[in-house]
């Protein structure tokens, strides 16, 4: 069963959008042995004072200093075809880390934010579980059947990755095959758990509780 706290990454990756102050995302930076910064979003990161273990993307937007100053834990991707998000995913996916949540990748630029959110189903399709976490929620990727525990009254948004039979336990409004993004979104729990069914990939959003 799939919740907001159970989740234990091993490794975070951070990017460049809105850094969060909501104590569940920054509690995985608390202790992390392998914090991965997107390309400049390290030149934030670093003025926090908590440790870094790698710099990863084209390095575009790294300044000078840093670059200078990190380069024994830089890995540059001159890759264009992909963001920097997806190489720090895919570089920690080939040294066998797969469980990751994702901080700061909302926010500040909407393009990416949705790039980035999106992104989730691509890595899931790879064999790994990452979880992007915002100060307000947690974007979940799934496929097929799956439950989830969260208090009665939680806001729950759903989007369809072409999944079809949707059906669901434990939600106010009931499950259709969506043929848009936003028709599964504003829905909430009746229960301290619930439960989807459904024939492919889908994103599920958790809001924290208040």
């Keep these: 069963m799939l919740s907001v706290n159970d989740f234990k990454p091993e490794a975070v990756i951070v990017g460049a959008g809105e850094f969060p102050s909501h104590p569940i995302p920054l509690k995985w ?18 003025e926090t ?41 895919l570089y920690l996916h080939g040294k066998g880390y797969n469980h990751i949540a994702i901080i700061a990748a909302t926010g500040m ?34 496929s097929g059947n799956a ?18 039979k ?3 336990e434990g939600l106010r409004y009931p499950l259709h095959d969506f043929t848009s993004w936003w028709q599964g979104t504003l829905n909430d729990t009746v229960n301290d758990d619930f439960s989807i069914e459904a024939d492919g990939d889908y994103l599920v959003f958790i809001n924290y509780e208040k």
Aim: charged fraction near 25%; include cysteine; aromatic fraction near 10%.
């Design 109 to 142: 630029r909407e393009d990416h934010t949705l790039g980035n959110i999106s992104l989730l189903i691509d890595y899931m399709r790879q064999g790994i579980d990452a979880r992007i976490y915002t100060d307000y929620g947690v974007f979940i990727p799934v």
């Design 29 to 46: 930076l608390e202790g992390c042995q392998r914090v991965v910064c997107c390309d400049g979003a390290a030149d934030r990161y670093l």
């Design 166 to 168: 949707f059906r669901a």
């Design 147 to 164: 439950s989830f525990r969260c208090p009665a009254g939680t806001r729950v948004s759903i989007f369809s990755f072409g999944a079809t």
């Design 49 to 89: 004072g908590m440790p870094i273990w790698r710099i990863v993307g084209d390095c575009d937007s790294l300044s000078p200093e840093n670059s200078l100053r990190y380069a024994p834990i830089i890995r540059r991707f001159a890759d264009q075809e992909t963001n920097d998000q997806t190489k720090a995913a």
